[in-house]
């Protein structure tokens, strides 16, 4: 079994381990914590998928978590069941990818204007939610709030009865679960031949265009993959709280992800997963005390990894910190067998 098969059942398997344990050994608050921090990390690993796999870097993946988390709001506040807002929620931000990512894409725009375009709309977004207050800017019965947002949004129930209502707990088993199921997929969309071609044309797209391969529309697919998780990570984000406002749009949110990413490693699935936890977990510690500011421990965080350790932390630990435990256990293994002979 190669080391990378045996790190996604070790992440896979930790995962599950998480999902049991937590409700039955924490506290209430600090499930309610974990909760959001899975929702973010959620959408850390979007973020992970388009940029280290894909080659594309979205500055603006906010939009997409924006969008499925209003959709969501407003879906499940006019049909008053969460779960075809839940698919609705997922659905919106892929269409939009898809449209945005038609003209970016089959547009030839170079890579640089794609980051440019793609934060552009989430600003684009941001002033256009900000700008809804009013009884005017209403979808059926759902009022979009303006600067104040959406409160009061329905949260998950049990399919098919929207009175059964699920409790912290159990919203925490549905954000793990969609968590451990989101890894999966992608793992399993990076083995397929979709993957390689791929992960192939971040590394020269013009020998595989050469190749016969139509690069524009893998980037296409695999924007909208990123935009659907995305989605989803809007959609437990806005059930976490119950209430959701244009700060989700804001540039801090994407400057975010691409922080998670950067501290838990490029070209990783695992990586902006561990990146999201420790680092929501650094801002939270900070936030509970006036001494630092949290936007700046972020920034100071990001520019000792750029100069210290551009690749991450789980690159370094599987590049260079592995291969050195393995050589000396080896070693030692050789010469105690060596010594019992």
């Known amino acids: 079994m190669t080391s990378k098969r045996t790190g996604f059942y070790a992440a896979v398997v930790a995962g599950i381990v998480a999902l049991v344990a937590v409700p039955q050994t924490m506290d209430m608050f600090t499930v309610m914590q974990l909760t959001g921090f899975v929702a973010m990390a959620v959408f850390a690993l979007s973020q992970g998928f388009v940029w280290g796999f894909a080659g594309i870097m979205s500055f603006g993946q906010a939009a997409f978590l924006g969008l499925g988390a209003y959709s969501y709001a407003v879906a499940a506040i006019n049909f008053g069941e969460s779960t075809p807002a839940m698919a609705v929620g997922i659905l919106v931000p892929v269409i939009f990818a898809g449209l945005l990512g038609y003209f970016m894409f089959y547009g030839r725009i170079s890579d640089a204007y794609v980051g440019v375009i793609t934060m552009t709309t989430s600003i684009i977004l941001f002033n256009l939610i900000n700008s809804t207050s009013g009884d005017a800017y209403r979808v059926g019965e759902a009022a979009l709030g303006g600067f104040n947002g959406i409160p009061s949004v329905p949260t998950l129930n049990i399919p098919g009865d ?10 925490w088993y549905v954000t793990m679960g969609c968590l451990i199921l989101c890894y999966i997929a992608l793992h399993a969309v990076l083995r397929s031949r979709f993957g390689a071609v791929t992960v192939a044309i971040r590394e020269n797209e013009t020998r595989v265009t050469l190749l016969g391969y139509d690069a524009r ?4 697919v695999a924007f909208m993959f990123s935009a659907a998780v995305a989605g989803l990570a809007g959609c437990l984000y806005t059930n976490w709280g119950a209430y959701i406002s244009p700060t989700i749009f804001a540039l801090a949110i ?12 490029l070209g990783t699935l695992i990586g902006p997963i561990l990146g999201a936890f420790v680092l929501q977990w650094l801002m939270s510690s900070v936030g509970q005390q006036s001494v630092l500011d949290a936007n700046l421990v972020m920034g100071a965080v990001l520019i000792v990894f750029v100069l210290l350790v551009p690749k991450g932390v789980v690159p370094l630990i599987r590049d260079t910190l592995w291969p050195m435990l393995q050589h000396r256990f080896g070693a030692r293994s ?6 019992h002979e």
């Open 162 to 171: 929207p009175e059964a209502v699920l409790d912290p707990n159990q919203l």
């Open 217 to 220: 529309f893998y980037k296409l």
């Open 254 to 265: 994407s400057a975010q992800a691409i922080i998670f990413v950067l501290v838990g490693g």
């Open 334 to 339: 050789s010469l105690e067998k060596e010594a």
